[in-house]
């Protein structure tokens, strides 16, 4: 009967180093956390009630979630591929309720917080706009998959190729990108030359929003990753959004294109 820290191991020996970068973070975090709540418990003698207490909080009610999120991901692998648990508990555990964002960016927001923000928070901007990817996928972004064609994305735990096409929009974007960083591999870096790193490029992030709001520049705050559902938002059709992304489930896009306001014709 296996533990759930003898699962997390082999979670993060067989599955982990197979996601992205900024994602293997992010799992490690919570693989931490797990480990001091559950990992000397039985898997097979959980139930659901014990994660009651460990949902049962004020704040960080949706950090929670992803904790358990990573769990039922390491018990589904424990349970169907390596053999070291019955069945996946969390299966039966109702998470914190959580609240879809709503935020969308106008045009008008989009531009004035750009022109005040620095030259490389501007780029990354544009980056995710024109091309839909997260902020970890612009931040990692190589010179070496940037081709004539377009932009070489590996998406995913399988690492699937996703090409995004090659525009003027997206090549005027890289050009300046060039003239920030002459010499390094990464097409956004530092002032230093180097790789920004995720929590790096949130403080600039943060301290750009707060200026911008502090100056009436915009009237309320947005994240980076609302960039993302703009791109969604401002396409064609979700059908052009959904290939662009690169995402599997469809349903998934869908819900970032739902952010707008939906019209519909009266009964009469």
């Not at 097979?44 to 950090?63: M, Y």
């Not at 989009?110 to 839909?132: H, Q």
């Not at 996703?162 to 956004?188: F, I, T």
Request: charged share 25%; hydrophobic share 40%.
């Amino acid at each position: 009967m296996a533990t759930i820290n003898e699962i997390l191991d082999r979670f993060e020996r067989e599955y982990v180093p197979h996601l992205a970068a900024s994602t293997q973070k992010n799992y490690r975090y919570h693989i931490e956390v797990l480990r001091t709540e559950f990992g000397a418990r039985n898997a097979d003698e959980l139930k659901p009630r014990d994660f009651g207490p460990f949902l049962d909080v004020a704040t960080g009610k949706s950090h929670r979630n992803r904790s358990l999120a990573v769990l039922s991901c390491a018990m589904s692998e424990a349970v169907g591929r390596w053999y070291m648990a019955e069945r996946n508990v969390l299966r039966d555990v109702k998470r914190n309720p959580t609240h879809r964002r709503e935020r969308y960016v106008t045009d008008e927001e989009f531009a004035a917080f750009k022109a005040s923000a620095s030259a490389r928070v501007g780029l990354a901007m544009e980056l995710s706009l024109l091309t839909g990817q997260k902020q970890g996928a612009i931040l990692g972004l190589l010179w070496t998959n940037v081709l004539p064609d377009g932009i070489l994305f590996r998406r995913g735990r399988r690492g699937k190729l996703l090409m995004v096409k090659m525009s003027p929009a997206v090549a005027h974007v890289l050009s300046q990108c060039r003239a920030l960083a002459p010499q390094g591999p990464n097409v956004l870096s530092t002032r230093a030359g180097t790789a920004y790193t995720g929590a790096g490029f949130r403080q600039n992030w943060q301290k750009a929003m707060d200026k911008a709001l502090k100056g009436g520049v915009i009237a309320e705050r947005f994240t980076f990753n609302d960039l993302r559902a703009k791109s969604v938002i401002d396409s064609k059709s979700v059908g052009t959004a959904h290939r662009r992304l690169g995402l599997h489930d469809l349903s998934t896009t869908q819900q970032l294109h739902d952010r707008d306001v939906r019209t519909a014709e009266p009964l009469r």
